[in-house]
C-alpha cells in the first residue's frame, strides 16, 4: 500500500507541472502557433532523453513507438494548443477534465476492464470540481477549441490505454524519449505543409519553450510513463484534474486573479473526485 501511494504522488507531479501550460503559453508565446510549439516542447526533449537513455526501439516497437507518440504527443499537444490559443484557460481545462470519463469507457472496450459506478461518478464530480474551478461568468466557447479539447483528451486516454495494453518492455525515461522523438518528428512535415515558417524566438520565447520542452514533456512525461508501468490508467486518469488546480492557482498568485469561494469548493471537488477513484479501484484491486 505504502509502494501504492508512493508511485501515485509521484505520477501526480506530471500533471501538477502541467498545469503551467496556459500561463507560460499565453504570456510567453502569445506569437506561435499550436504546432510549432507542440514541436518545440517534444522533439528537443525527446532527442535530449535519447541522448541519456541511448537506446533505440527494436522490432515491432518501431511501430507501437510512432502510433504511441501521434497519440501522446503528435495529436494530443497540437490540439491542446489549439484549445489553448482559442478559448479561455477555465473551457480549456474543463473540457480537458473529461478525459478520465474517456479513459473509463475505452478501457471497456479496450482492456474488457468492467464500467463502476462509483469510478463514473468520480469523473463525473472532477468535471464538476474543475468547472468551478475555472469557468466564469464572461466565458466564451469557439466550436473548433472545443472540439480540439475533446479530441486532444481522447487521443490522449487511447494513447494511456495503449501504452498500459502493450508494455514496453523498457524504462519509463527510455519510452519517454521514444515518444516524444517520434511525436515531435510527425509534427515537422506537417508543420511545413500547413503551418507559417518558425520564427526565431525572442529571449522569453525561449524561457517559455526551455520550460515546456525540459521540465513540462522530459521531466513530466517520465514520470507520467512511469506511473503507467505501476498504476492502472483509470487511477492515473484521475490525477489529470490536478492541471487546472495548479492553473488556477498561478493565475491566483503570478496574475494576480481572485480565488472565489465557488473556486474553493471546486478545488475541494477536484481532490475528492481523486479520492473516489483511487477507493473505487482500490475495491476491485
Do not use: C, E
Not at 160 to 179: E, G, N, R, Y
Not at 232 to 238: G, K, L, P
Request: hydrophobic letters at 55%; charged letters at 5%.
Amino acid at each position: 500500500m505504502k509502494t501504492h501511494h508512493a508511485n501515485l504522488l509521484i505520477t501526480a507531479i506530471a500533471p501538477l507541472v502541467w498545469g503551467s501550460t496556459y500561463i507560460v503559453t499565453t504570456t510567453t508565446l502569445a506569437n506561435f502557433s499550436p504546432m510549432v510549439v507542440a514541436m518545440l516542447r517534444a522533439l528537443p526533449a525527446g532527442l535530449l532523453l535519447l541522448l541519456l537513455t541511448r537506446q533505440l526501439p527494436t522490432g515491432r516497437w518501431w511501430l507501437y513507438t510512432f502510433i504511441l507518440g501521434a497519440l501522446n504527443i503528435t495529436l494530443f499537444l497540437s490540439l491542446l494548443f489549439v484549445a489553448t490559443y482559442r478559448l479561455p484557460g477555465g473551457v480549456a481545462g474543463t473540457v480537458l477534465s473529461s478525459q478520465p470519463l474517456i479513459i473509463i469507457m475505452l478501457s471497456a472496450v479496450l482492456l474488457s476492464s468492467k464500467i463502476r459506478p462509483l469510478a463514473i461518478f468520480a469523473a463525473l464530480i472532477g468535471m464538476g470540481g474543475v468547472s468551478l474551478l475555472v469557468l466564469t461568468a464572461d466565458t466564451t466557447l469557439d466550436p473548433i477549441g472545443i472540439v480540439a479539447g475533446l479530441a486532444g483528451a481522447t487521443s490522449m486516454a487511447l494513447g494511456m490505454i495503449l501504452t498500459q495494453k502493450w508494455q514496453a518492455p523498457v524504462s519509463a525515461l527510455t519510452l519517454s524519449a521514444w515518444q516524444l522523438t517520434a511525436g515531435g518528428l510527425l509534427l515537422l512535415p506537417l508543420i511545413w505543409l500547413f503551418d507559417q515558417p518558425i520564427h526565431m524566438p525572442s529571449s522569453l520565447n525561449l524561457l517559455g519553450l526551455t520550460w515546456l520542452s525540459l521540465m513540462g514533456a522530459a521531466f513530466s512525461y517520465s514520470l507520467w510513463f512511469r506511473g503507467l508501468q505501476f498504476l492502472n490508467a483509470n487511477v492515473i486518469s484521475s490525477l489529470s484534474l490536478l492541471s487546472p488546480f495548479t492553473a488556477v492557482l498561478l493565475g491566483w498568485w503570478f496574475l494576480d486573479q481572485s480565488l472565489t469561494t465557488l473556486q474553493i469548493i471546486g478545488i475541494i471537488l477536484v481532490l475528492v473526485s481523486i479520492w473516489f477513484s483511487q477507493y473505487a479501484n482500490n475495491q476491485h484491486r
